[in-house]
């Protein structure tokens, strides 16, 4: 029997939904320098975003302030923690006077919160506050900084990222008949 026909929108299975998008063509697209930048970065092991006290985790005091980077919120399920972890949202934290990849992070548990935070970021709070997980790479190039960011959203279009970086064309469906 089709899973769908145990879910509708009154169902509250359905406040939990995520839409998964990953284009391997965009990646594929992407600039062949920009993509080995990536992968040639060190991403951290996954660590918990908020601890026991509901406070953002000691483990997040290991990020750097003289760095910027990427970073990537990630759900993980507590049914298989091992294989249940979904890719969430992709961020950014240029390297300034002002700014470092430490504070960028720290700063969505007061977003999350705030009447003025963004409307995916609360929701994504507030249904998976306990399941959220980063890994973060550092960086003090804010050139690839940018672009890093801009194609991994493109690829992978997380679904509470609210902006496209880049304009992407969408194809105009095709009649099946």
Same mark, same amino acid.
């Given at each position: 029997?089709?899973? *769908?026909?145990?879910? !509708?929108?009154?169902?509250? #299975? ?8 990953? *284009?391997?063509?965009? %990646? !594929?697209?992407?600039s062949t320098c920009t993509k080995d930048a ?8 996954? @660590?918990?975003?908020?601890?026991? *006290?509901?406070?953002v985790s000691k483990e997040l005091n290991k ?15 507590? =049914?298989?923690?091992?294989? &249940?972890?979904? +890719? #969430? ?6 390297? =300034? *006077?002002? &700014? ?8 969505? +548990? %007061?977003?999350? =919160? ?9 929701? +994504? ?5 306990? !399941? ?7 960086? =003090?190039? !804010?050139?690839? @900084? ?6 991994? @959203?493109? #690829? ?15 194809? &105009?469906?095709?009649? #099946?008949?």
């Amino acid at each position: 029997m089709d899973i *769908d026909a145990f879910i !509708n929108k009154n169902d509250k #299975a359905f406040v939990y939904q995520c839409i998964y998008y990953h *284009d391997p063509n965009r %990646w !594929n697209e992407a600039s062949t320098c920009t993509k080995d930048a990536i992968n040639g970065l060190l991403w951290s092991d996954y @660590i918990k975003y908020l601890g026991q *006290d509901g406070k953002v985790s000691k483990e997040l005091n290991k990020l750097p302030k003289d760095a910027g980077g990427l970073y990537l919120f990630f759900i993980q399920g507590s =049914t298989l923690p091992s294989s &249940e972890k979904y +890719l #969430a949202y992709i961020g950014r934290a240029y390297y =300034t *006077d002002k &700014e470092n990849i430490r504070k960028r992070v720290k700063r969505y +548990l %007061w977003e999350s =919160t705030s009447k003025n935070g963004r409307p995916k970021i609360i929701r +994504l709070f507030r249904h998976w506050k306990d !399941n959220l997980y980063i890994r973060f790479c550092s960086s =003090t190039n !804010n050139d690839l @900084i940018k672009a890093g960011e801009s194609t991994l @959203i493109n #690829a992978i279009l997380p679904p509470f990222n609210s902006d496209l970086p880049e304009k992407i064309e969408f194809k &105009e469906p095709q009649k #099946a008949f």
